[in-house]
């Protein structure tokens, strides 16, 4: 499996951005699949993520300004980010939590960049 981000770039904030990202070699199922972030000198965090059920999960930080959407057709997901802030910024990365080994997959990245 291969997570490949896109989408990135640089808004201003309260400006908008979609993120994508493609999965390559698909494996069928998976327990979640979504985003996460990383700031600079900040540890990763969750952003958002579809569940094995198919339901949405947010971080409250981003709840309500950030959408999660898929298109199963393209094997591909969405982050649809309004409202954008400041400590929206970061590399945004794409995430697969699987059943079995190797148990998760991640992209290589994307950056977010917002100036003020």
């Known amino acids: 499996v291969q997570l490949v981000e896109s989408g990135g770039g640089l808004v201003q904030a309260g400006g908008s951005l979609r993120l994508s990202c493609v999965e390559f070699?698909?494996?069928?199922?998976?327990?979640?699949m979504g985003w996460y972030r990383q700031a600079p000198g900040k540890q990763r965090e969750f952003v958002a993520r579809f569940e094995i059920g198919g339901s949405a999960t947010y971080s409250d930080s981003v709840k309500g300004r950030f959408t999660i959407s898929r298109d199963i057709d393209k094997n591909t997901i969405y982050l649809q980010m309004n409202s954008l802030k400041p400590e929206d910024a970061g590399i945004y990365y794409c995430?697969?939590?699987?059943?079995?080994?190797?148990?998760?997959?991640w992209g290589q990245g994307t950056q977010v960049t917002i100036s003020s």
């Open positions: 070699n698909s494996r069928g199922l998976f327990n979640t």
């Open positions: 995430h697969q939590a699987l059943q079995s080994f190797p148990y998760e997959y």
